[in-house]
């Protein structure tokens, strides 16, 4: 069974920081690219990040670019993203998601399986 597991919400102060932890089991890790996006209420999904497993090459939205990082431990199965300087738009519920594909261009055309999803609050 295919799981993404999100952790590490929670509430910040703005300026903070969060590292949020995404969990994923159920097929080879190798073989996908894990992407970030968020949803504040009232608005689209944004897609805010990308890592692919296999070459470690990295993507960040324009809104994240300079104060989120992307990383992986391939031993854990694990992709973490690290969010730096946190302000109150970022309050939004952040979900990690799959795709079957080698690139970070695999998070453009769509993605397999997604997580549930943790919940971001920065108050001001």
């Known amino acids: 069974e295919v799981q993404l597991v999100e952790s590490g919400g929670g509430l910040v102060q703005a300026g903070g920081s969060l590292r949020l932890s995404c969990a994923a089991s159920g097929f080879t890790f190798d073989d996908f690219a894990i992407g970030w996006f968020r949803q504040a209420p009232g608005k689209e999904r944004e897609g805010i990040s990308c890592?692919?497993?296999?070459?470690?090459?990295?993507y960040y939205a324009s809104s994240v670019k300079g104060r989120f990082t992307i990383s992986s431990d391939n031993a854990k199965n694990t992709v973490y993203l690290q969010m730096n300087s946190l302000n109150p738009e970022g309050t939004a519920v952040y979900y990690c998601?799959?795709?079957?594909?080698?690139?970070?261009?695999?998070?453009?055309?769509?993605?397999?399986?997604w997580g549930k999803g943790t919940l971001v609050t920065v108050s001001s």
């Open positions: 998601a799959a795709a079957r594909a080698p690139t970070v261009a695999g998070c453009y055309y769509g993605m397999d399986y």
């Open positions: 890592i692919s497993i296999m070459s470690s090459n990295t």
